[in-house]
């Protein structure tokens, strides 16, 4: 039978949003069990975020459901000394604990990391944070646009006519979570060497930055300032988004080889040899003269004709597809990446599942985003809690 990757590792999970439940998601799929610790009253912030409010009353918005795949949830008040023990009970049995709190939160509930770590000192501690735990900004606050426009990303997106502009969905707060993800993955590689659990400080605004490293390289190696320029690829030309008879398609042709091939599909060989054009550096100063000639010859024919001419004389290239088509193409389908789950209430749901595939190991999707606190009961009993001590502590609003 084939087992999963991180089976026999217990993670707690007291992230919120989106970058600490996105790097619990990824273990989560990788068969840890991950236990979300989640405050008695609503959970999870994000079980009140997404399109459709009758899901965000029921504290399963669409956002809380896009990450919490294979995820256990249990209520839990910190502050209350009864919540603290418990906790400690729990953390005494995790290997591996997420958080997404500012700088000193949890030391302030009195169940940091040095007070854990004495608990278990086999246990690692992710602590993920806008800037980190040190630092001139490290108690500031910070969400993923903030981190967009600090960082440089805004700066570097859009053109002349549309500068600053931030992406399109969350980038800081996901790559934060997968750096965070990555990290734990480590730690846990070195404690099977040395038996060592350790902290783990991770920062959305660091996370950010080297993913930059191209541009990042110009300005610190060359000097060079990055220029907004839209949809065109700075390192080629012609290389970018282009108009074709029915909607857009991006071509990549980065090398020479591909422009001479280009040139050919689309019939017109005698840009191969016009000095604004044979070489690339002199393509890359001459786009704006070049992009309306290719695109004179892209307006004879539609998207779909232009992609597997193009591809089929190795030149690379792909429709633009709105994110109902990529969702539903044949390839993401054949890939798996997206999974059934079924949700009592709900009905059944299409989520994200693990994409890097293993030979050996599964990375699916075998248990819904759970209901606030719906395994409560189960964890809190396994650390030995009774049926008449979980009746007590719900009435003091504990769990």
């Known amino acids: 039978m084939t087992k999963a990757m991180l089976e026999g590792i217990r993670v707690l999970d007291l992230t919120n949003v989106l970058s600490g439940p996105f790097a619990t998601l990824h273990l989560a799929l990788l068969g840890a069990e991950v236990v979300k610790i989640e405050n008695p009253k609503d959970g999870d912030l994000a079980r ?12 399963m918005g669409t956002s809380f459901l896009a990450q919490n795949s294979n995820k256990k949830s249990v209520t839990l008040n910190l502050k209350p000394p009864e919540g603290k023990e418990l906790f400690k009970r729990l953390v005494k049995t995790a290997d591996v604990l997420v958080e997404n709190y500012r700088p000193g939160v949890m030391d302030r509930l009195g169940v940091g990391y040095k007070v854990l770590a004495s608990e278990n000192p086999r246990l690692i501690y992710c602590a993920i944070s806008g800037f980190g735990q040190t630092g001139p900004d490290a108690h500031k606050p910070a969400y993923d646009q903030i981190i967009q426009g600090l960082s440089g990303v805004m700066a570097v997106n859009g053109d002349e006519r549309l500068n600053p502009l931030r992406a399109g969905f969350p980038l800081c707060d996901t790559v934060g979570g997968m750096n965070a993800a990555f990290a734990v993955m480590a730690a846990l590689y070195h404690r099977e060497r040395s038996g060592e659990g350790q902290l783990i400080d991770v920062a959305l605004l660091d996370s950010i930055m ?21 949809n065109d690829n700075f390192t080629a030309a012609p290389s970018g988004t282009f108009k074709a008879k029915d909607g857009y398609l991006n071509i990549a042709a980065n090398k020479q080889e591909q422009w001479e091939a280009l040139c050919d599909v689309i019939g017109a060989p005698e840009l191969k040899t016009d000095p604004r054009f044979q070489k690339r550096d002199i393509r890359k100063k001459n786009r704006k003269e070049l992009t309306p000639l290719v695109e004179a010859r892209l307006a004879l024919r539609p998207t779909a004709e232009w ?48 994409t890097a595939k293993f030979d050996k190991c599964t990375g699916d999707i075998t248990a819904p985003p759970p209901r ?22 719900k009435t003091k609003g504990v769990i």
Request: glycine fraction near 10%; charged fraction near 15%.
């Open 307 to 354: 992609v597997e001419l193009l591809n089929a004389r190795d030149v690379p290239s792909g429709a633009i597809l709105d994110l109902e088509a990529a969702l539903n193409q044949a390839q993401i389908a054949h890939r798996n990446v997206l999974q059934e789950t079924s949700v009592e209430g709900i009905g059944t749901l299409r989520l994200f599942a693990l």
């Open 372 to 393: 606030l606190g719906a395994h409560t009961a189960e964890i809190l009993g396994a650390v030995g809690v009774s049926a008449e001590e979980l009746a007590a502590l």
């Open 210 to 230: 080297p993913p930059m490293g191209w541009v990042a390289a110009n300005l610190l190696i060359g000097g060079q300032h990055p220029i907004p320029m839209g």
């Open 48 to 59: 009140k975020l997404g399109c459709m409010p009758e899901l965000n009353e029921q504290l």
